[in-house]
């Protein structure tokens, strides 16, 4: 039988998705119509951004799993109207990209880049930073993300440690976890990698008093997500030097207002939510395969724990 399977996703993305998600669809096995137009009643499979326009998913009566195309659920987990399966997005084209965006702005603090590509003309100023040996790193959340940038992180030569809500287990990684961890990783933290989930546990895991828990001078880099970071806490800690710069990708609200402070802040750099793209190629194969296992009976990848909000 033909599964139907919608794409429920801005406009602009369908012309991007259609060739790849209807050719992964095929070479998985699976005879489906796959198409941003379908009565909700006909429903096999919701393919879904949580900036479409489907808010209510009552309609979709015999619908099997949401497949959402974005790793961050924060904009659906708590929809009171789904009660189907709900997977994230892991792919291996999105893990790619945040190792090289994560690794590129740790590279660029540890090494000074800035000061020595912008240094002050006629100035010959020379100051080796420290080799990656002796720079502590810290990435805090050690999912699919997190543990392949922490891992690539200790390729270059870096003292990486981690940090989570359970216990693990990550070769060349110094894993911490729990209330208790994090102590350590905050007096570890050079330089933070910010890559946890946005869940009511994880609000202003940076704030006035764990910020002051950081070594002076460090760098904070968040790909994560905007509410990991209380921003009121942050920007004094930045005017005084004691966080000697933020990178931040992810905000509270995006695209981030004209007049947010971050705008024009020296120590601060804004990249608008381009650490890692879901590319069609890549998350395509991620979406065929769940609805693959669907059919088959077998569990879907990469389900979300609605309690953990994660
Ligand atoms: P995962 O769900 O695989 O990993 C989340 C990690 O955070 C896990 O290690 C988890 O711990 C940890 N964590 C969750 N809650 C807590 C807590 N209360 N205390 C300590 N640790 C906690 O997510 P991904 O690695 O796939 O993605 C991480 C985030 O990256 C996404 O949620 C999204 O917000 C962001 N992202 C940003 C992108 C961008 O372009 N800027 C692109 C893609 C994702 P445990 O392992 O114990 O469960
Ligand atoms: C995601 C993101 O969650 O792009 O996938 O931030």
Known sequence: MTVNVFFAAKAERWPHYEMPLKDAIKS?????????????????????????DVQDFTPF????AVLNL????????????LTLPLARMVDSGLTQ?????????????????????????????PSAPPLSWDRNVVVF?????????AQALAQFGFNVSGWSRS?????????????DGLNDA??????????????????NTLNAKTLAQMPAGAVIINPGRGPLIDDDALLPALDTGHISHATLD?????????????????????????????????????????????????????????????
């Open 97 to 125: 990209g945040m190792i090289e965006w994560v690794c590129g702005h740790v590279m660029r603090h540890h090494l000074g880049m800035d000061t020595h590509i912008k240094g002050d003309a006629g100035v010959w100023a």
């Open 141 to 149: 959340g050690l999912g699919e993300l997190g543990t392949a940038c």
């Open 167 to 179: 216990a693990k287990s990550v070769q060349g990684v110094d894993c911490l976890h729990g209330p």
């Open 70 to 81: 974005w790793a961050g659920v924060e904009g659906i987990v708590g929809n009171k109207t």
């Open 186 to 203: 905050l007096a570890r933290a050079e330089i933070a990698v910010l890559l946890l989930p946005d869940t009511p546990a994880t609000t």
């Open 250 to 310: 992810t905000f509270r609200v995006e695209p981030l207002p004209k007049d947010h402070p971050y705008w024009a802040h020296p120590s601060v750099t804004v990249t608008p939510h381009i650490a890692a793209e879901t590319r069609p190629k890549y998350s395509s194969l991620t979406i065929a395969e769940n609805i693959r296992r669907g059919e088959a009976g077998e569990p879907f990848l990469h389900l979300v724990d609605r309690s953990l909000g994660y």
């Open 61 to 64: 009566t015999r619908a099997k």
């Open 28 to 52: 998985a096995g699976i005879d489906a119509d796959v198409s941003p137009d379908f009565a909700p009643d006909q429903v096999d499979y919701i393919v879904y951004a949580p900036n479409s």
